[in-house]
């Protein structure tokens, strides 16, 4: 018979480990982090579904995306640069997203990024995501059907290796 959470909680993490048992934090700890990947997986399905491509070894010059490419940075924690999903633009806008749950903490790496640029944002819902990325496909993205040339070679051409020189 398992004792109650609260006997769980003030045991030694050598018994607790023993037995299997997680503490109340261990459990939340796992629900968030849960949480927080599927609400990744959420926003990287509505960017591609509204225009962006992921933009990876495989992707990357296969096809031109309607707006542009976002990143998943899934070695973001090792990297303290560089905040959970970069997007850009055809024509070289940017903005970055950093995905956290209603607990979840943002580093000082993370804060420092979302302080000192214009175009980083921290979202803790999808609906925050999506107005963001609405407001942004509406002020920055031209579709590629419209895009910038330079001398007749669109900036995603020279971008992917595919401009043709007239």
């Known amino acids: 018979m398992e004792p109650s959470q609260k006997m769980i909680d003030m045991m030694t993490q050598a018994d607790r480990d023993m037995m299997g048992w997680k503490t109340t934090e261990q459990k939340w700890k ?5 949480y927080e990947k599927e609400f990744l997986a959420e926003v990287l399905k509505w960017l591609t579904e509204h225009g962006f491509e992921s933009r990876n070894k495989k992707t990357f010059g296969a096809k031109t995306p309607k707006y542009g490419w976002y990143m998943h940075m899934n070695e973001a924690q090792k990297n303290p640069m560089i905040l959970d999903v970069p997007v850009w633009t055809l024509d070289g806008h940017f903005t970055e997203i950093e995905l956290k749950t209603r607990k979840g903490v943002v580093s000082k790496n993370q804060q420092f990024i979302l302080d000192t640029t214009g175009c980083a944002g ?11 990325m ?16 330079v001398d007749n070679r669109t900036l995603v051409e020279i971008a992917t290796g595919q401009a043709k020189h007239w």
């Open 134 to 149: 609405e407001a942004f496909i509406k002020e920055h993205c031209v579709p590629k059907a419209d895009a910038k040339t």
């Open 30 to 34: 796992e629900m968030e982090d849960r």
């Open 122 to 132: 921290l979202f803790r819902s999808m609906q925050e995501v999506v107005l963001h």
